[in-house]
């Protein structure tokens, strides 16, 4: 019975080093934990565990007890270690690997104890605990990269808080009940949303899959004061801590300035630094100003992702996934971007253009950390462009986000600093 524990076992873990050699990113320096942790480790715990499962006569009694050794020592050190890292995520989930470990090291000792030589398991024991101890810190999202606007921000008076539709032009109206801007062209109707929202977050900087359900939830914004000052409306939102909305129009365009403040930083998987959401096209396509010969089909929900992002040298990438969100990544366009420089994007339909929106603080805020999900170079922040599904003429979304791990595998976390977040967007009709 004890050896057919110990064989499933190892089976087990072979299986589970595998799958981690296989999904999760490579690319990254050699200087990252990524690259140890996802690239150079597994191969050699497969080596070491296959050993063990395949070891047989002599060979058996000198190999097993060791490698056999290292898997509830790992597992002690892990949930010893997950629990001080993450005291929210594993509050409870820490108790199933320490108990597995400490009913697995009595078992061990009851049945290898005499075996010899113990310096190796000694050693290999040693190894394990250092392992088990360093790899929940090794899922910890680092300290954020963001680089807040600290524009100014001051208190809305006192206004009205009702949800009536307010109308800016003949084809632009303004939602208050969460700041998004409609615009209609004939058939096109494009949405702008500009405040800063999470779509999830960790309490501790785990994987979001892992925090507890009542602390992943999403901004939930309320309307506290509108006010109408000359042709525009200034808006004031309780939410993370407090976000303002200005919007004007001016000369034929539509001018948003979104200010939203994190009192502390908050970390998650997916969030939005603006949408873009556009329906009743025909075919849609876009171009960036740092690439504007190059136009760029949105890809479908369902298939190999397209997105953009900006990296630590100031070069701006437009590149496609080789399969859903996942690498190796393919290029389509690339340019320049400095941080002080706005990011245009034209909308086109078929052939023409029909919406131009620029957005003035993306590029100076956004954080160019690697990502853990992704792998291959790719920084945290991204532009996503997605339809939703396999027609032309399906809804479009362009999603912008300061600092997402969005593309890749995995729900690793990433930080948002604390301060106050500025986002001018100007949408115009060419």
């Given at each position: 019975?004890?050896?057919?524990?110990?064989l499933?076992?190892?089976?087990?873990?072979?299986?589970?080093?595998?799958?981690?050699?296989?999904?999760m990113?490579g690319?990254?320096?050699?200087?990252?934990?990524?690259?140890w942790?996802n690239q150079v480790?597994?191969?050699?715990?497969?080596?070491?565990?296959?050993?063990?499962?395949?070891?047989?006569?002599?060979?058996?009694d000198?190999v097993?007890?060791?490698?056999?050794?290292?898997?509830?020592?790992?597992?002690?050190?892990?949930s010893?270690?997950?629990?001080?890292?993450?005291?929210?995520?594993?509050r409870?989930?820490?108790?199933l690997?320490?108990?597995?470990?400490?009913?697995?090291?009595?078992?061990?000792?009851?049945?290898f104890?005499?075996?010899r030589p113990?310096?190796?398991?000694?050693v290999?024991?040693v190894?394990?605990?250092?392992?088990?101890?360093?790899?929940p810190g090794?899922?910890r999202?680092?300290?954020?990269?963001?680089?807040p606007?600290?524009a100014?921000?001051?208190?809305?008076?006192?206004?009205?808080t009702?949800?009536?539709?307010?109308?800016?032009?003949?084809?632009?109206?303004?939602?208050?009940?969460?700041g998004r801007?409609?615009?209609?062209?004939g058939?096109?109707?494009l949405?702008?949303?500009?405040?800063?929202?999470?779509?999830?977050?960790?309490p501790?900087?785990?994987?979001?899959?892992?925090?507890p359900?009542?602390?992943?939830s999403?901004t939930?914004?309320?309307?506290v004061?509108?006010?109408?000052e000359?042709?525009?409306?200034t808006?004031?939102?309780?939410?993370e801590?407090?976000?303002?909305l200005?919007?004007?129009?001016q000369?034929?365009?539509?001018?948003?300035?979104?200010?939203?403040?994190?009192?502390?930083?908050?970390?998650?998987h997916?969030?939005?630094?603006a949408?873009?959401?556009?329906?009743?096209?025909?075919?849609?396509?876009?171009?960036?100003s740092?690439a504007?010969?190059?136009?760029?089909e949105?890809?479908?929900?369902?298939?190999?992702?397209?997105?953009?992002?900006?990296?630590p040298?100031?070069?701006?990438h437009?590149?496609?996934?080789?399969?859903?969100?996942?690498?190796?990544?393919t290029?389509?366009?690339?340019?320049r971007?400095?941080?002080?420089?706005?990011l245009?994007?034209t909308?086109?339909?078929d052939d023409?253009?029909?919406?131009?929106v620029t957005?003035?603080?993306?590029?100076?805020?956004a954080?160019?950390?690697?990502?853990?999900?992704?792998g291959?170079?790719?920084?945290?922040?991204?532009?996503?462009?997605?339809?939703?599904?396999?027609?032309?003429?399906s809804?479009a979304?362009?999603?912008?986000?300061?600092?997402?791990?969005?593309?890749?595998?995995?729900?690793?976390?990433?930080?948002?600093?604390?301060?106050?977040?500025?986002?001018?967007?100007t949408?115009?009709l060419?």
């Open positions: 019975m004890a050896q057919l524990v110990w499933t076992l190892l089976a087990v873990h072979t299986g589970v080093a595998v799958v981690w050699w296989w999904l990113p690319g990254f320096p050699s200087s990252s934990t990524e690259f942790v480790v597994p191969p050699f715990a497969v080596v070491a565990l296959l050993t063990g499962l395949l070891a047989r006569g002599r060979l058996s000198k097993l007890p060791p490698i056999l050794a290292v898997i509830p020592i790992f597992w002690l050190a892990f010893m270690s997950a629990r001080i890292v993450f005291p929210e995520s594993f409870s989930l820490w108790n690997p320490f108990v597995a470990g400490a009913v697995l090291v009595g078992l061990w000792l009851r049945q104890r005499s075996r113990i310096w190796v398991v000694l290999l024991a190894l394990a605990a250092l392992a088990g101890w360093a790899f090794s899922q999202a680092p300290d954020p990269a963001t680089a606007a600290g100014p921000f001051a208190d809305v008076p006192a206004g009205a009702d949800h009536k539709l307010i109308r800016l032009t003949k084809d632009a109206q303004l939602n208050p009940a969460d801007v409609v615009i209609r062209r058939k096109l109707i949405n702008v949303q500009s405040m800063l929202s999470f779509t999830d977050r960790s501790d900087r785990c994987w979001v899959a892992l925090a359900t009542e602390l992943v999403p939930t914004r309320t309307l004061s509108k006010i109408h000359g042709t525009g409306w808006l004031r939102y309780r939410d801590d407090a976000s303002v200005g919007v004007a129009p000369d034929g365009a539509i001018l948003l300035d979104a200010r939203s403040r994190l009192a502390r930083p908050v970390f998650s997916l969030n939005t630094f949408e873009v959401s556009v329906q009743g096209h025909h075919k849609l396509s876009v171009s960036f740092p504007p010969q190059r136009r760029i949105l890809a479908p929900s369902t298939g190999a992702a397209r997105f953009a992002y900006l990296d040298g100031g070069a701006f437009v590149m496609q996934a080789s399969q859903r969100q996942r690498g190796p990544f290029e389509l366009a690339a340019g971007l400095g941080p002080k420089d706005p245009l994007l909308l086109y339909d023409k253009a029909v919406f131009t957005l003035d603080d993306w590029a100076a805020q954080s160019t950390q690697l990502s853990p999900t992704a291959s170079g790719i920084p945290v922040n991204a532009i996503e462009l997605l339809r939703g599904n396999d027609l032309d003429s809804p979304l362009i999603s912008f986000s300061l600092a997402s791990t969005s593309i890749g595998r995995g729900t690793q976390t990433i930080g948002h600093a604390a301060g106050v977040y500025r986002d001018r967007v949408v115009k060419p």
